[in-house]
């Protein structure tokens, strides 16, 4: 189950820069880690969580595979792009084939580096690439429309549906308010999804700051905050030069210049674990002496189709789930204390998994 970010920005706001550092830390995991596969515009990186370790080091497993995320290099963008300006076409099609954005804004000024539109406001960058994907689904929306209206008059039922779905979508968009902000009702969201709307998308910023405001941020990289807030979207503050930097070191030395810059752990880690929050993913371990592993779940995901993401058959065969809270795992010293203590529950084929669960999964072939 893979869940994809796509990294996007104007030109010269340090997107290559943070991709870079992403993807070095990928190839770094590649010899530790299995499936991690490295494509010149593709970063598959571990999801950092400190309690896959807490649980190998009880369990004394000789393998520990954490669960990952994909970030994905689009295009640089420039005003214009939804009528193809600059590499538009390119940059749309890239963003309708990811999961959520990471939107990387130049919060430092720093007169060697030339800004696209002769000034810095990362702010109004934000607004430029928001209104590039509203204008792209305002022109994708008006043409099926033109031919779902005759499904429509044909009596085709699913049109209906489309249609309604489109027009509310249009609404908003030309209020200027992104598809995001449609309210969709449980009966409709398949529908919804299956229009590959750009605005839908949820939006991470990435607030690239100057080595000096890496700790603390600036007075710009607090105005996105703000925006964010006020569109119910994420941000995170780094350093893209910190983080290229440290990419490049092993492990103690840069923990040593994290150190020095005030700074307790990478600012990478930061927007891996804001881009699995902002798509709603949790983790749930399985532990034992061979391996300790996570595994990436949508919320709400019940037993058998959390079962699913190790095998399809394990949720086809779906009998039962023996689960452990990562709590009482970790106070009680691992699975057969937990057990003893009467804190392994047998949960059936209803049971929502929750995060940080660690499960046994019993299954028919």
């Not at 750009?198 to 405001?213: F, H, I, R």
């Not at 927007?271 to 990436?296: C, D, H, M, N, S």
């Not at 203590?341 to 047998?346: Q, T, W």
């Amino acid at each position: 189950m893979g869940f994809k970010v796509g990294i996007v920005g104007l030109p010269n706001v340090g997107k290559s820069t943070l991709f870079n550092a992403l993807t070095k830390t990928a190839a770094a995991q590649a010899a530790n880690f299995p499936f991690c596969t490295i494509e010149p515009n593709v970063g598959d990186v571990a999801v950092p969580d400190a309690r896959l370790d807490k649980l190998a080091e009880i369990a004394k497993s000789k393998q520990i595979i954490p669960t990952r995320i994909t970030f994905v290099d689009i295009a640089g963008l420039v005003k214009g792009a939804s009528k193809g300006e600059g590499l538009g076409n390119q940059f749309l099609a890239n963003i309708r084939e990811v999961d959520a954005i990471a939107h990387v804004l130049r919060c430092f000024e720093d007169g060697d580096v030339v800004h696209v539109d002769g000034r810095v406001d990362p702010v109004a960058d934000a607004e430029t690439i928001e209104t590039e994907l509203m204008l792209a689904d305002i022109e994708s929306l008006e043409k099926r429309l033109q031919n779902i209206v005759r499904k429509v008059r044909g009596g085709d039922k699913d049109a209906v549906q489309q249609e309604r779905l489109m027009r509310a979508a249009l609404a908003a968009l030309e209020e200027g308010k992104p598809a995001r902000t449609v309210s969709v009702d449980d009966e409709d969201r398949k529908a919804w999804d299956m229009l590959q709307l750009l605005t839908t998308k949820p939006v991470l910023y990435v607030c690239n700051v100057s080595e000096a405001d890496a700790a603390d941020g600036n007075a710009m990289s607090n105005a996105v905050g703000d925006m964010a807030a006020a569109q119910g979207n994420s941000h995170v503050v780094i350093s893209a030069q910190i983080e290229e930097e440290i990419s490049q070191l092993d492990a103690e030395e840069a923990q040593e210049f994290l150190s020095e810059m005030g700074l307790e752990e990478p600012g990478l880690d930061r927007v891996i674990r804001a881009g699995y929050q902002l798509l709603q993913l949790e983790t749930y371990f399985t532990v034992g002496p061979k391996e300790a592993r996570a595994w990436t779940i949508t919320k709400g995901t019940a037993a058998p189709q959390a079962a699913g993401v190790i095998h399809g058959d394990f949720e086809k065969g779906f009998i039962r789930a023996e689960t452990i809270a990562y709590d009482d795992y970790v106070t009680l010293g691992g699975e057969t204390p937990a057990k003893e203590a009467g804190k392994m529950r047998a949960e059936g084929k209803g049971y929502v998994v929750k995060d940080g669960d660690v499960l046994h999964f019993l299954f028919n072939t």
